[in-house]
């Protein structure tokens, strides 16, 4: 079985990063983003009583 030339080897890692960032740029774009609001209400609500 005769080896693979480095050039292949090349063309084989620009194709799996190629669809590797499209995976992770597509899943960063399927989710919808949470809503702000929601977040800073939780946040007033929440009182913290210090006691020095």
Same mark, same amino acid.
């Given at each position: *079985?005769? +080896? *693979? @030339?480095?050039?292949?080897? =090349?063309?084989? &890692?620009?194709? &799996? $990063? =190629?669809?590797? #960032? &499209?995976? *992770? #740029?597509?899943?960063?774009?399927? /989710? $919808?983003? =949470? !809503?702000?609001? =929601? /977040?800073? !209400? @939780?946040? /007033?609500? $929440? +009182?913290?009583?210090? /006691?020095?």
């Amino acid at each position: *079985m005769p +080896q *693979m @030339a480095p050039l292949m080897w =090349l063309n084989l &890692f620009g194709f &799996f $990063s =190629l669809i590797f #960032v &499209f995976f *992770m #740029v597509s899943n960063y774009f399927i /989710k $919808s983003p =949470l !809503k702000i609001e =929601l /977040k800073f !209400k @939780a946040l /007033k609500s $929440s +009182q913290l009583n210090w /006691k020095w």
